[in-house]
């Protein structure tokens, strides 16, 4: 595992990173930037989806605020891994990233799993909001909110 990850460091992109402030502050900028579009998303359709704003419908925001959410999240993984890069080895031992990286893993399947569900469908069809969907919502809230409670945690971590 240490061979891979001081394979990571070597990357040319990570050099680059690692030799220029201002190149770091642009990856760090984009990968909040990539949050905010995370949270901006999916904290909204969450709160529609447990019950708030029943005036807006779920098949209207739901297919939208998802797709911006992926987005998110994709560019959230390509900014994060250039930050990663910069200091594998000390990341990867950091029990605040790990917690990180295993609540983005868990929401991105908990979506994943609940779009594949009829009752995801049926939502978005102006269907009624199931327990399946709105429990969903709800732990999509707690997973998403905890992996920038434990980003912001990385930093503490470090030595």
Known sequence: MDG?????????????????????????????????????????LDLRLIGFFRS????VVGP??????????ALAILTGFCLFSVRPVEYAGNPAFLTKITLLTLGVLNAALLHMTPQWRAAVK??????????????????????????RWIGFLLE
């Open 64 to 73: 939208y605020l998802s797709r911006a959410a992926a987005t998110g999240v």
């Open 126 to 151: 102006g269907g009624p909001l199931s327990l399946r969907v709105r429990l969903s919502a709800l732990l999509s809230m707690v997973i998403w909110i905890g992996a920038v409670l434990a980003g």
């Open 4 to 44: 891979l990850l001081e394979w990571i460091g070597a990357l040319p992109f990570a050099v680059a990173i690692r030799r220029s402030a201002t190149l770091y502050i642009f990856a760090n900028a984009a990968h909040i930037l990539s949050i905010g579009i995370i949270v901006g998303s999916i904290l909204p």
């Open 56 to 59: 807006v419908p779920v098949g």
